[in-house]
T-cell receptor, first 112, second 115 residues
Framework: GDSVTQMEGPVTLSEEAFLTINCTYTATGYPSLFWYVQYPGEGLQLLLKATKADDKGSNKGFEATYRKETTSFHLEKGSVQVSDSAVYFCALLMDSNYQLIWGAGTKLIIKP | EAGVAQSPRYKIIEKRQSVAFWCNPISGHATLYWYQQILGQGPKLLIQFQNNGVVDDSQLPKDRFSAERLKGVDSTLKIQPAKLEDSAVYLC?????????????FGQGTRLTVV
């Protein structure tokens, strides 16, 4: 079935370090891909998205490219800040029935 | 644009009691999702509505959980009777599937503690 696999956390980095959080997926059809972020004590909010192969989503210094050949949507940021500490979820949206398939989430901890 | 509204924000009940959560989606959004998020885990879909019809309720424990979406707008999720393992955050989300990449918008969630 359709699924999303994320790298396990927690991921602990120092401020200004380079970040990569891996996400791979299995899906039939042509899904859209998303990264959501959940800050402590808050709800889920969309960070970025991509709707077709080779699209790059970007927001707040984060980027992710929809790679159909490797079925991946890895999240990257060149220089992380303490305020980026949160849980990051990769998700795909099935174009057939609008079902959202979620990864397990990756907790990111940034130390000053 | 007003966001997804959920109430209450917090609820503490004893096991075997009943509880109900309410969700008001963004105006015009046809798709509504209820998720259960246990601490440290990703969201688990309980039920997905398209207007007032059910698209997917395969993971809804139907012996104790029920949900409805009257008139294709507001929705309620009920648990009766509650168990200790139902302690979680219940998230409501909505989207307007107008095309590719339409994201879901989430409410703040209801944190349920069953004691």
């Amino acid at each position: 079935g359709d699924s999303v696999t994320q790298m396990e956390g927690p991921v602990t980095l120092s401020e200004e370090a380079f970040l990569t959080i891996n996400c791979t997926y299995t899906a039939t059809g042509y899904p859209s891909l998303f990264w959501y972020v959940q800050y402590p004590g808050e709800g889920l909010q969309l960070l970025l998205k991509a709707t077709k192969a080779d699209d790059k989503g970007s927001n707040k210094g984060f980027e992710a490219t929809y790679r159909k050949e490797t079925t991946s949507f890895h999240l990257e940021k060149g220089s992380v800040q303490v305020s980026d500490s949160a849980v990051y979820f990769c998700a795909l949206l099935m174009d057939s029935n609008y079902q959202l398939i979620w990864g397990a989430g990756t907790k990111l901890i940034i130390k000053p | 644009e007003a966001g997804v509204a959920q109430s209450p924000r917090y609820k503490i009940i004893e096991k075997r009691q009943s509880v109900a959560f309410w969700c008001n989606p963004i105006s015009g959004h046809a798709t509504l999702y209820w998720y259960q998020q246990i601490l440290g885990q990703g969201p688990k879909l309980l039920i997905q509505f398209q207007n007032n019809g059910v698209v997917d309720d395969s993971q809804l424990p139907k012996d104790r959980f029920s949900a409805e979406r009257l008139k294709g707008v507001d929705s309620t999720l009920k648990i009766q009777p509650a168990k200790l393992e139902d302690s979680a955050v219940y998230l409501c989300a909505s989207s307007s599937p107008a095309g590719l990449g339409t994201e879901a918008f989430f409410g703040q969630g209801t944190r349920l503690t069953v004691v």
